[in-house]
T-cell receptor
């Protein structure tokens, strides 16, 4: 059973389009995160949610809108995609005070 | 906010040798320090972690040391094997675990 899953694994799209990435965890965790990993492998947090409530929004453009319909899901919607949005996006989850589990990542390529 | 620095950025060792990766952090409120291994095309996976109330933790060939006074922590891998080749990240977070700060990563290459 996959603990943290993301779909799709690859996403290729044109500049200006709107796209979504879905994340689900079956670990019963209460905190979920979105990270962006750039071409130099640097991992930077974008958002964190605790019990469906936004806790951290790390100066991410408002073109990025996370949505958490329940504690097991944290989806990421991106409007008006730009070239600089190309990266690998990772979802992660944790139970407060314990380790994070990462999903397999979604490689987004904006043409 | 917290700033985590990681060195070296690349590390090449011979199979069987030891590898050491070092990180420093800036926020004295940070109290949990995990290390992640990321293989090509996969998400980071926790390999070992340490909390601020201990100075050292060991799990088979992997150990982590923490010096709270100097604000640095290190990952030690002994008897390296080719399958240890990956990118390793250190991270730090405070008591609420809402935000993890990652180091810039170390690409470890273990030569057979």
């Amino acid at each position: 059973d996959t603990a943290v899953s993301q779909t799709p694994k690859y996403l290729v799209t044109q500049m200006g389009n709107d796209k979504s990435i879905k994340c689900e965890q079956n670990l019963g965790h209460d905190t979920m995160y979105w990270y962006k990993q750039d071409s130099k492998k640097f991992l930077k947090i974008m958002f964190s949610y605790n019990n469906k409530e936004l806790i951290i929004n790390e100066t991410v453009p408002n073109r990025f809108s996370p949505k958490s319909p329940d504690k097991a899901h944290l989806n990421l919607h991106i409007n008006s995609l730009e070239l600089g949005d190309s990266a690998v996006y990772f979802c992660a989850s944790s139970l407060a005070g314990a380790e994070q589990f990462f999903g397999p990542g979604t490689r987004l390529t904006v043409l | 906010g917290e700033n985590v620095e990681q060195h070296p950025s690349t590390l090449s060792v011979q199979e069987g040798d030891s590898a050491v990766i070092k990180c420093t952090y800036s926020d004295s409120a940070s109290n949990y320090f995990p290390w992640y291994k990321q293989e090509l095309g996969k998400g980071p996976q926790l390999i070992i972690d340490i909390r601020s109330n201990v100075g050292e933790k060991k799990d088979q060939r992997i150990a982590v040391t923490l010096n709270k006074t100097a604000k640095h922590f290190s990952l030690h891998i002994t008897e390296t094997q080719p399958e240890d080749s990956a990118v390793y990240f250190c991270a730090a977070t405070g008591h609420n675990f809402n935000k993890f700060y990652f180091g810039s990563g170390t690409k470890l290459n273990v030569k057979p």
